[in-house]
């Protein structure tokens, strides 16, 4: 399967997953209210941030390594597997200890309950990612995007029995484990006949693991660190506003994760087979796709920022509207860091990718804690905003330099002009209601005709996407 043809997979099984947990989310939103759906989002927050030790560490690099060394893919996994069930009962020990440390540092003694609740799905979720990052070494994008549509599925409706059920918050929390539950049985069972194979050497794993590990705490901090100062400093029914912002602001990350999904195996197989020009030519058609894509969602998100949030929230989510407008582009820089960094890792030097994530995290931090006191929830979209952008320029320099590979500046300039001219048009048009959202499809069409007209966009990259050769 080649590059182009999975990225269409994953990113397909991304927008399904958006569309699903925006769904889940508008319920929970409107069930529950400003205050209590920003506790589901901090509690959730924390949640995701604490989990990134079995996300993002011992499965990352079984995705590295599966890509690496597909002989030996089912020994990594064993190995794998044993190393994923030490961690996860460590890490559910210590997470379930500090709970009564969390809710008194931010001065909210529901989180005892919530937080002990949510922590359960340790046990199970880093399994569910496992063997879906084992199915992404393969190069089995197509197995890998059924693993996360179901997963999240699932969740939504196990969200909606469960607090129909018990009538309280709580059942969300419960639902989420029930759902990394199905999640890794459907793994196991899709990963078929299994080659008994001897174990892989744990040295390689933990000495990719621990950098790449601190990588994605620091990286994943970008989702926290903002809303974490705005639960701090400010009331609850803001946190509610925040949270709404930031879940659709989330957008371009999520969507373009099926990018950089693909691109760890392609580039991380051509450096290993010392094929270096074609992992260039990867890279910069990476880096092309992401910036045409995530640039009218951008334009658009922001023109039409207090429609959106009235016609997926309700008029009492408003205010929120100002902070999206801000944090669009904020997590579409995001994105742009997150492939880039994804690329360094592919060439075994996480080392650099934390170093560059964990200077934009402190700064990141240093702005939030000045500004949000002084401008509210708007000084942390700005403070999270200018340290991602920051990071981009950073890695964008490193990547130049280690693979000479640059912005398309032609390109670069034909995808501004193309944004610029949607932008223009809807300011000569006034709307009402949910007219914007024919407006946003007249504005992508003229995106898309722009690009076609100037040569930005070509049939042979549509073509692209339907051929299963590499």
């Known amino acids: 399967m080649n590059i182009r043809q999975g990225t269409l997979y994953l990113m397909l099984s991304w927008a399904i997953v958006l569309i699903v947990g925006y769904a889940l989310n508008l319920w929970v939103a409107k069930t529950f209210g400003p205050d209590q759906y920003g506790m589901y989002g901090f509690v959730m927050q924390i949640l995701l941030w604490v989990e990134i030790v079995i996300i993002n560490g011992l499965p990352y690099s079984v995705q590295k390594f599966v890509s690496s060394n597909r002989s030996k893919a089912f020994g990594i996994l064993r190995t794998a597997t044993r190393m994923q069930l030490i961690v996860s009962i460590g890490l559910f020990l210590i997470a379930f200890g500090t709970v009564p440390w969390i809710a008194k540092l931010f001065r909210d003694m529901r989180l005892n309950l919530y937080l002990r609740i949510a922590f359960i799905d340790i046990l199970f979720y880093g399994f569910f990612h496992l063997l879906a990052s084992f199915q ?61 194979q001897p174990l892989y050497p744990v040295k390689p794993l933990i000495r990719f693991t621990g950098p790449s590990l601190s990588y994605f705490l620091m990286l994943n901090l970008f989702f926290s660190i903002d809303l974490w100062f705005v639960k701090y400093f400010l009331e609850d029914s803001v946190s509610g506003h925040y949270v709404a912002a930031r879940l659709i602001a989330w957008i371009p990350y999520y969507l373009f994760l099926g990018l950089s999904g693909t691109v760890l195996p392609a580039v991380s197989a051509d450096l290993q087979a010392n094929n270096t020009e074609k992992a260039r030519k990867i890279i910069k058609e990476a880096i092309r796709f992401l910036i045409l894509a995530a640039a009218p969602i951008c334009v658009l998100t922001t023109q039409h920022a207090e429609s959106i949030i009235t016609l997926l929230f309700r008029t009492e989510y408003l205010p929120g509207s100002q902070i999206l407008k801000i944090l669009i582009w904020g997590m579409a820089s995001l994105s742009l860091f997150s492939l880039l960094t994804t690329v360094i890792n592919a060439e075994n030097r996480p080392k650099i990718s934390l170093i560059i994530t964990t200077f934009c995290v402190v700064l990141d931090s240093i702005l939030n804690l000045i500004t949000v006191p002084k401008y509210g929830a708007m000084g942390g979209a700005f403070s999270t905003t200018v340290s991602i952008s920051l990071g981009v320029i950073v890695t964008l320099f490193y990547i130049y330099k280690r693979f000479h590979v640059g912005l398309a500046w032609i390109s670069i300039l034909r995808i501004g002009f193309a944004a610029i001219s949607i932008w223009f048009v809807s300011r000569q048009i006034r709307m009402e209601g949910t007219e914007f959202i024919g407006m946003m499809l007249v504005q992508l069409l003229i995106y898309s005709g722009i690009l076609i007209i100037t040569r930005e966009i070509r049939w042979k990259d549509i073509t692209s996407l339907f051929r299963s050769a590499d």
């Open 136 to 196: 992404n070494g393969l190069k089995n994008f197509d197995k890998q995007a059924i693993l996360f549509v179901l997963y999240n599925v699932s969740k939504l409706g196990f969200v909606i029995l469960f607090v129909t059920h018990t009538g309280a918050l709580e059942g969300a929390f419960m639902a989420n484990i029930a759902a990394s539950i199905l999640g890794a049985a459907t793994g196991f069972i899709i990963m078929g006949k299994r080659e008994r």
